[in-house]
């Protein structure tokens, strides 16, 4: 073999280095500073001017690496202050994490608005185009605990938090535009059901068990949004590729006090994406972190994810006339209904920079709102108003939270509340309170900018009661089903067939089968069909008669919305020694006018030596880089290496795994034995790189996505 002439870094590592992450390390740690104690053990010391190591009370510490003793062997004394500090403030590291939504991954960035709204809302940020107001965006899972996997299927949460000039907006959304329920009171038992099961502490972060099914069962309100919870909305492929949704209608308020009604739709720049099942499956094996270190990787390369902000504005007598009640958290109002107008984008440019301080201890709080915008009367969206202020308090343990850096608003904030845990400000004002002679300057209210709610009429008994309005359980839920490609359907088949094979108990599995046939009789036969329940399906009685005549809407798929790319993808290459270095530059540069990032996989993380003599290193070693973590792959091998590769059950299963969750494949003439171990059969997704001209083929094969038409070929349809 040639000695290695030069060593070429893969374009995803000088991405990532590119960056400057070298904060933190400091002159001083050269070997000159670093001394050897008593026991052996290695101690840094300050040199010059350098900061030095404290206690929280600003006294210098001589030694960080042993504990005072009375004698080198002899018992540790109480006496160390330094000691137990140390411990004490370490034992408190932690805080409760969210009962709800504790796995999550944020970034800061900007909102700015490009079409006004000023006719219809007094908000400054919705008034004013061009002006970039601050955001912080917490993504999470909604079920599993703060260490569970990025990859369950799962709602996600798309919490956005707007500081604005007139005070903090929350926007606390999901990436699903409906809810299981259409009353508060009902969200402690859907997280109970969800949630692991109290008696045995599993499954862990799953919908797939018997208390999650039991309840949804019992709960005819929440099979729309399980329709939408089983397709692969729930695996998304990256945060940057998901939507997101405010759920609940708000009001609009203009300057006479005139409301409109309005969603909110976030609608990402790199189109809708997901995985498949048994991709996310494996994904979070090899990489239970994979959403947050796609979107920390992308942010630190440069590529800044970006979102349209849309809404859906619509009037009063507009609202009485849908066959539905906005009100209800559980319907939809697609775009074919009311088309979204852009108004606005978002875009995320910085990652924490501590998470704990910024994405543990932010407090979003659907109350928090600027006047000219204000609430519907959901009664979902009540309740959460009451919840979150809540939590936070438990969580934080201070009511002044909103004082934490990450919760404060960025406009001057001043009323009469004092004191309280952690209080961090210093009032100097012997008046705390209003109204008062003594202290003219102090706050005082405006009516004329300070927050109006929409007077709304209301009158009524008081009582317990859904209203009748909410009625209609199925009607959307089927026309989701019907507004769904094939493969979508055939996914969300597969997913309640996986869904309800883990739940044990038969009475469960035949009520759920009971409301999948009244939202269309093929989607319950079929899901019968593939658990191998032959017993006769008892459709469950609906509340009201399910509408058989809703349009389909393709808004509602992701499939009939995909726009072919490759911005914001990334290609997994499989190199070996003596592979040809002139296929691999050329793709390389394909990928990148493309928009994609290319990751390489090597047998040996150090590298392989390509034909020209120089050594292309690599990002993974084979067994660290499945092809799971890739949009799309190439096996640029030669036939010596793929000799070796064949023995390899890692790069066998990584060629397989890749054919059998659809993707695009790349190849070397030489990779053809490996190939054909792996069981790949010719396709439109298989394209030899038999020549470099071939390089353009691949790269708009993997552009138009995966191959759906290979799947009935490498798994079931029921
Ligand atoms: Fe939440 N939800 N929720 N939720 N939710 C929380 O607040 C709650 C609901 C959502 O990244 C909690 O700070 C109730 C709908 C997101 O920090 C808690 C009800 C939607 C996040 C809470 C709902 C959401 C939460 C837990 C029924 C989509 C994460 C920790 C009325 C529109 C925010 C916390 C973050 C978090 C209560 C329903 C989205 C307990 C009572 C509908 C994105 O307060």
């Not at 501590?354 to 959901?378: H, K, L, R, W, Y």
């Not at 939590?391 to 004082?403: A, E, I, M, V, Y």
């Not at 071939?694 to 191959?707: M, P, T």
Request: charged share 20%; hydrophobic share 45%; glycine share 8%.
């Amino acid at each position: 073999m040639a000695k290695p002439k030069q060593t070429i870094v893969s374009p995803a590592k000088q991405a990532r280095t590119g960056s400057d992450k070298s904060k933190g390390r400091a002159d001083s740690d050269s070997p000159a500073n670093v001394v050897r104690g008593a026991g052996g053990e290695l101690h840094q010391q300050a040199t010059g001017d350098q900061v030095r190591l404290t206690t929280n009370n600003g006294t210098v510490v001589s030694d960080d690496h042993n504990s005072l003793k009375a004698g080198p062997r002899g018992p540790v004394l109480l006496e160390d202050f330094v000691l137990r500090e140390k411990l004490f403030h370490f034992d408190h590291e932690r805080i409760p994490e969210r009962v709800v939504h504790a796995r999550g991954l944020a970034a800061h960035g900007f909102f700015e608005l490009t079409d006004s709204l000023a006719k219809h809302t007094t908000a400054a940020i919705l008034g004013e185009t061009g002006v970039r107001t601050p955001v912080f965006v917490r993504f999470s899972t909604v079920a599993g605990n703060r260490g569970s996997a990025d990859l369950a299927r799962d709602v996600r949460g798309f919490a956005v938090k707007m500081y604005t000039s007139e005070g903090n907006w929350d926007i606390v959304g999901n990436n699903i535009p409906v809810f299981f329920i259409q009353d508060a009171i009902k969200f402690p038992d859907l997280a109970h059901a969800v949630k692991e099961e109290p008696d045995r502490g599993f499954p862990q972060a799953q919908s797939a068990h018997d208390t999650f099914w039991d309840w949804i069962a019992m709960t005819p309100e929440a099979m729309h949004m399980v329709m939408w919870q089983m397709s692969d909305r729930t695996i998304p492929r990256s945060m940057r590729m998901m939507q997101g949704f405010g759920v609940h209608t708000f009001r609009l308020i203009d300057a006479e006090g005139l409301s409109t009604f309005v969603k909110f739709h976030w609608t990402p720049k790199l189109g809708v994406q997901s995985v498949v099942w048994d991709e996310a499956v494996k994904i979070n094996g090899a990489d239970p972190d994979f959403h947050r270190r796609d979107l920390y990787n992308a942010i630190e390369a440069g590529d800044f994810p970006e979102w349209d902000l849309g809404v859906q504005l619509f009037s009063e007598a507009e609202a009485d006339a849908f066959d539905f009640d906005h009100l209800d958290s559980t319907k939809v109002i697609s775009e074919e209904v009311v088309p979204l107008r852009t108004i606005g984008r978002l875009v995320l440019d910085r990652n924490p920079t501590n998470v704990f301080s910024e994405t543990e201890q932010v407090a979003f709080c659907t109350q928090n709102m600027p006047a000219g915008i204000d609430f519907s009367d959901d009664p979902l969206l009540h309740g959460r108003n009451f919840s979150y202020l809540d939590t936070q308090l438990k969580r934080l343990g201070s009511p002044n939270f909103h004082q934490l850096p990450i919760n404060a608003p960025k406009c001057p904030f001043a009323n009469m509340q004092r004191d309280g845990h952690m209080q961090m400000g210093l009032h100097p004002q012997r008046v705390t309170y209003t109204p008062s002679l003594l202290d003219p300057s102090g706050p005082r209210e405006d009516p004329a900018k300070g927050f109006r709610s929409f007077a709304a009429p209301v009158e009524g008994p008081k009582l317990r009661q859904r209203s009748p309005t909410f009625a209609d359980h199925y009607s959307q839920a089927r026309q989701f089903f019907l507004s769904q490609t094939e493969p979508e359907q055939n996914h969300l088949v597969s997913a309640l067939i996986f869904e309800l094979s883990k739940v044990e108990a038969l009475i469960v599995r035949a009520a759920m089968l009971g409301h999948l046939v009244n939202i269309d009789e093929t989607l319950g036969e079929r899901v019968a069909a593939g658990l191998g329940h032959d017993a006769p399906i008892v459709p469950a009685e609906p509340a009201v008669t399910t509408r058989t005549d809703l349009a389909a809407a393709p808004s509602l798929s992701i499939l009939a919305r995909f726009a072919p790319t490759l911005v914001g993808r990334k290609i997994g290459v499989l190199v070996t020694d003596g592979a040809e270095a002139a296929l691999v530059a050329d793709l390389m540069a394909a990928a990148k006018k493309a928009g994609a990032t290319v990751e390489v996989i090597a047998p040996r993380v150090g590298g392989a030596t390509l034909d020209d003599g120089a050594r292309l290193a690599a990002d993974h070693q084979l067994q660290g880089g499945p092809s799971v973590l890739f949009d799309t792959v190439v096996l640029a091998v030669s036939e010596a290496g793929v000799a070796a590769l064949l023995n390899e059950a890692a790069a066998v299963a990584w060629v397989h795994d890749a054919f059998a969750h659809l993707k695009v494949i790349g190849a070397s003439a030489a990779a053809e034995p490996l190939l054909a171990k792996a069981g790949v059969v010719a396709d439109a997704g298989l394209v030899p790189l038999t020549d470099r001209a071939h390089v353009a083929d691949y790269i708009k094969a993997a552009e138009a996505g995966r191959i759906w038409a290979r799947e009935p070929s490498v798994r079931s349809v029921y």
